[in-house]
């Protein structure tokens, strides 16, 4: 089985809300013979095309190879939420790393943001932007962790944000499951897929030859590097890897450092005005403090986005909706006899440390992968990290590739059962 045809035929689709409220996708032909390429990347989500769309304004000739259709991966089906910071807490990469390296790393996460923005205005995509997103504690006894962050982060990173006790979180997230959160301004939300095809018109009007239904089978390493699909090869000087969850066995030096993993999330039906309100009376996105964090946030034709849940292996739940539903109301009674019209599952990658694997697996051949479910902004900025690495500028790809983690352990056999174990446990403790 195969990660890249488990769930879905060739070139479709899930049936998610996105695809169906992102308009007509454009189809872009496979890749025929051969061709030469400064620059061959691998995967049309946001890695490959902000990689090919930075490249291609340095003056590279790139060609973008995608297995599916561009925004096929978890690029068009997540929770679309923007974060603030890496996937860990400032404080733990303070402990691990050192203020020092801990501050490169949150300026570099804070550039994620910005560049996301900065693309969206320059490109003029349309994918519903908006700003705000909080964290809710689903224990009390994280709330003076809460009034910790908040202090820690003016103190030290100067950046603001609000401590929303018990009742003001009440106010915006009604729900009787969460105690105290926290409000942060500058994180934001947005439509993933219409982000993902908008910065595909953006690197193709910027010379990219992209082509779809092209999946590498073959890379074979040297200078130049041959890239194969069944259909054609392309020869270039630099190879960037973007497949993230959905890599198998492509490059067996990246698979053993990330792992895949699927999340799921459903879409209710349009709901009145007063019924949003009753569930979550601002337009900001939510996160909760659970280990399989639960996430949520209002469509623009206001429907409850609701993601949460996880499954380790090829096959997704037979009934997404009702998996997903039951984390849902739980987290709102309210919703128990809304319809559910969309449910989808994607596949993610995650890393020991959960921080982004940047590595480059032989000299002209660079991997980013691993964002552990912080990929809008940091698979976006990876792939314009690889760019800049490949253009000669490499400081940011060697202080993220300083905190890449170590393999998994158990070799390519035993991983996936030691992860289910380990992620069972964690779900576990989530419950009681
Ligand atoms: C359900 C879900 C919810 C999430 N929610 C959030 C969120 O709210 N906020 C957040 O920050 N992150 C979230 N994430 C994570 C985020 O979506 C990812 O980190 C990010 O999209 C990764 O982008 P990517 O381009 O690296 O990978 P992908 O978007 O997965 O793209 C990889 C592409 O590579 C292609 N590919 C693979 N192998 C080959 C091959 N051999 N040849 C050609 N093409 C190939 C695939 O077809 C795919 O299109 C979520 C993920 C999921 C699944």
Known sequence: MRLLTANEDW??????????????????????????A??????????????????????????????????????????????SGQRREQSELEAAHGMNLAKDLWAIAESSKRLVKDLIARHDIDC?????????????????????????MAQHYDYPLRYLP?????????????????????????HPLKFARGLARAAQAAGVRIFE?????????????????????????????GCNGYLD?????????VMPINNFIIATEPLEAAQAEAILSQDYAVADSKFVVNYFRLSEDKRLLFGGRESYGYRYPRDIKSFVRKAMVDIFPQTENLKIDYGWGGTLAIT?????????????????????????????????????AIDGRPQEFETMSKVSGSAFPGGSKLRQPILVAAMLWYSLMDRI
């Open 11 to 36: 070139g479709q689709f899930p049936p998610s809300y996105y695809a169906a409220s992102a308009g007509q996708a454009v189809e872009r032909a496979p890749l025929m013979g051969e061709i030469r």
């Open 38 to 83: 400064d620059v061959c990347i691998v995967g049309g989500g946001f890695t490959g095309l902000s990689a090919a769309l930075r490249l291609a304004e340095l003056g590279y000739g790139v060609a973008l190879l995608e297995a599916h259709r561009v925004g096929w991966g978890a690029s068009g089906r997540n929770g679309g939420q923007l974060g």
């Open 128 to 152: 519903g932007l908006k700003p705000g997103i909080i964290h809710a504690n689903h224990r009390a006894r994280y709330d003076a962790e809460a009034q910790e962050l908040v202090a820690h």
């Open 166 to 190: 018990p009742d003001e979180l009440r106010g915006f997230v009604n729900s009787p499951r969460y105690s105290a959160g926290v409000l942060d301004m500058d994180s934001a939300h947005l």
């Open 213 to 241: 239904m092209s999946e590498v089978q073959k890379i074979e390493p040297g200078d130049p590097a041959v890239v194969s699909s069944k259909t054609g090869r392309v020869t270039a000087d630099a190879v960037v890897l």
């Open 249 to 257: 066995g492509l490059s067996m030096p990246v698979a053993r450092h």
């Open 352 to 388: 020991m440390n959960r921080m982004p694997y940047l590595h480059r697996p032989a000299g002209n051949i660079y991997n980013a992968s691993g964002y552990s479910g912080h990929g809008v902004g940091m698979a976006t900025m990876s792939g314009r990290i690889v760019a800049d």
